[in-house]
């Protein structure tokens, strides 16, 4: 219903893979999910989260239980991960929502092998106090999360938002990679580094 990006990356020699916002919020999503990973003999070795917002958490409580794998996350959304249920009741929904916790922080700089590939976390606030964008040097790509998106950004008028820090965040961590990178947003179509920083308007 709020038309998020739920990703699935892995590395092609190991099969290892991450989940990453798995926004499932019914049991159809969910065996897409599931067919997926069957289909393609994928092993799940980590579930991350760009950040805690409800749309983005849907399905980590199913993924964790399903694939046995910790919630990866920043530890400055841990008052969102606490209030899923909260957040769900603002946005009117009725799904069955549980508050989870962050097992494995996530901080700015770390790495996170996926098999033998590398993520990069790099912390951009103001979406969100705990927003990561999740780099792979090696593959030319980042997920996004709510960050930034195809000519636009984040909204920033929720809990813990800051419009500021997130523009900052943006052009001081993001647009100083090479322009050629893909942009995989939490919402949306994929765009480039380079596209952005010619067209966004907000940057």
Known sequence: MFGVNT?????????????????????????VIDRFITD???????????????????????????????LEAHVDDEFLSSRLPVQAKAFGVEADVNAVEIDKPVRDGDTIMIGNEELKAIHVPGHSP???VLYAPGSGWLIS???LFRNSIGRTDLAGGNHE??????????????????????????????????YNPYL
């Open 7 to 31: 990703y699935v990356v892995w590395d092609p020699e190991t099969r290892q893979a991450a989940i990453i916002d798995p926004g499932m919020i019914n049991a159809a999503e969910e065996r």
């Open 40 to 70: 393609n003999h994928l092993t799940v070795t980590h579930m991350i989260n760009t950040h805690m917002h409800v749309d983005h958490s849907f399905g980590v409580t199913y993924i964790k239980n399903r694939y046995n794998v910790p």
């Open 130 to 132: 705990g927003s990561l």
């Open 145 to 147: 999360g709510d960050v």
């Open 165 to 198: 820090q997130l523009v900052d965040g943006i052009n001081t961590r993001l647009m100083t990679l090479p322009p050629e990178t893909v942009v995989y947003p939490g919402h949306g179509p994929e765009t480039t580094i380079g596209n952005e920083a010619t």
